[in-house]
């Protein structure tokens, strides 16, 4: 019984002096995404030889722990093994328990020590990924956006915005609460529109999220696309042949375009033109060319009419001389005021016939540009109208315009964007059988 006894003595003294003593201590405990958590795990070999002791570790983030795997503490000497974890980019701002185990490798016989770290955000929402397209697109084509977004809290986060711009128009999205750790993505698509300006545009994507601000942009080039339609039209009557050409610039950019048309010289004194040529070939055939620029979206007509009705030619020569002799000196006179309103701009034009002359018609004509939104809800007469690229045209025809007559008409717009220096309305027009006779001042509001 007594051998018993010393032999389980000796067995007891053998592994007490075959173990060994371990401990882990922070250095640096807190972290942010791409920052450095640290830990010293210190190994007291208390045997009377030299021992090598492996760690491992038990950690659910595999890809953030960094340590040393193994090595060899002398007899009675403690060595320290470093144990470092770096936070990923999605990690939640929270309490991270880990568990290192340290074995001797001979024997086998392992501890097991566990610790914590703790992830802190500067934010708290975090942008996983942004695509936003770039490089050279079609007028008519759609260019994309998105960004994918996670919440890095241990709580719902529910007040953030995401929005994009594109050219001038800015959209939010329709943004939903996210639970910790939640993943959402957010996709815009604009529509280029088929005359939109061969230029550089910005498309961006903004999020904010406790007063931080995340902006994210790239550039998108509409290309250039040059198209010009032509038609003609002649219609062949009696007394009168007359022809209309149409030209159309259906491209985005501005175009120079240059139409003509070839008839006998001896023509020319029963000639008519709608605008007049810009230049006169004369030979046998007459080649009368006409110049013009256009904007893109526009178009413009030339005509020509051929009268072989002499007596009412001759008539009409008399009538437009008794007409210029019975007239007596005056102008059409236009005006334009501009007042500010609540929703906007109210502007007045005032149209006044300072003439002894009866005019059967006339056309007044304005400009609204781009920066600003013609409502067309007209409490007068309300006009034509026709966007362009630029802005949208307004034409009024106001007819038995009598000698000494005021007339006023009224349109409102609403800015779309705000102008340092004001909305810089150009002058209306008076336009009478296809000649200016009167424009007003510009006017900047």
């Known amino acids: 019984m007594r051998k018993i006894l010393v032999l389980f003595l000796a067995i007891a003294m053998t592994f007490s002096v075959a173990a060994f003593e371990a401990s882990i201590e922070p250095v640096e405990r807190e972290a942010s995404p791409g920052e450095q958590a640290t830990y010293e795990v210190e190994v007291f070999n208390n045997a009377s030889e030299d021992k090598r002791f492996t760690l491992d570790y038990s950690f659910h983030e595999a890809g953030w722990i960094y340590f040393d795997t193994s090595g060899v503490v002398p007899a009675g000497e403690t060595e320290t093994f470093n144990v470092t974890l770096i936070p990923g980019e999605d990690a939640i701002q929270q309490n991270y328990g880990f568990t290192i185990y340290v074995t ?161 010289s001896y023509l020319d004194p029963i000639l008519d033109f709608e605008p007049e040529p810009d230049q006169v070939t004369e030979n046998e055939e007459n080649t009368y060319i006409w110049e013009a620029s256009l904007r893109p979206g526009e178009d413009i007509q030339f005509s020509y009419s051929i009268n072989y009705w002499i007596p009412l030619l001759l008539a009409v020569i008399i009538i437009a001389g008794l007409s210029a002799l019975s007239r007596i000196s005056g102008n059409m006179k236009i005006s334009k005021e501009v007042e500010e309103e609540k929703e906007g701009l109210k502007v007045s034009l005032e149209i006044i016939n300072d003439t002894e002359k009866f005019r059967p018609q006339i056309t007044v004509r304005d400009f609204v540009p781009n920066v600003a939104e013609l ?42 964007i705000e102008v340092e220096d004001g909305i810089d309305l150009p002058p209306a027009e008076i336009i009478i059988k296809g000649d200016k006779v009167a424009k007003s001042d510009n006017k900047k509001h």
């Not at 610790?115 to 007028?139: A, C, F, K, W, Y």
């Not at 790239?218 to 050409?245: A, C, M, P, Y």
């Not at 362009?388 to 800015?415: A, N, S």
């Open 104 to 264: 001797d490798f001979e024997t086998g016989e392992s501890k097991q020590l566990s610790e914590t770290m703790r992830v802190t955000r500067d934010h708290t929402l975090n942008v996983q990924s942004v695509d936003i397209q770039s490089g050279s697109v079609m007028p008519g084509e759609s260019v994309q956006a998105s960004v994918t977004v996670q919440n890095i809290l241990p709580t719902i986060v529910d007040e953030y915005t995401v929005t994009s711009s594109f050219n001038d128009e800015t959209r939010d999205a329709d943004t939903e609460p996210l639970a910790p750790g939640a993943v959402r993505e957010y996709d815009f698509t604009y529509d280029i529109p088929v005359e939109a300006s061969p230029e550089t545009y910005n498309l961006s994507l903004t999020v904010i999220q406790d007063e931080v601000e995340k902006v994210y942009h790239d550039t998108v080039q509409v290309e250039e696309v040059r198209e010009i339609n032509r038609s003609q039209e002649v219609d062949d009557r009696v007394l009168i042949v007359s022809g209309t050409k149409t030209v159309e610039n259906n491209g985005n950019s501005p175009a120079e375009i240059t139409e003509n048309v070839t008839l006998p």
């Open 375 to 416: 409502d067309e809800d007209f409490e007068m007469a309300a006009p034509e109208t026709r966007k362009t690229t630029d802005g949208t045209k307004i034409e009024w025809t106001l007819e038995d315009f009598k000698p000494g007559e005021k007339r006023i008409v009224q349109y409102r717009v609403k800015p779309k």
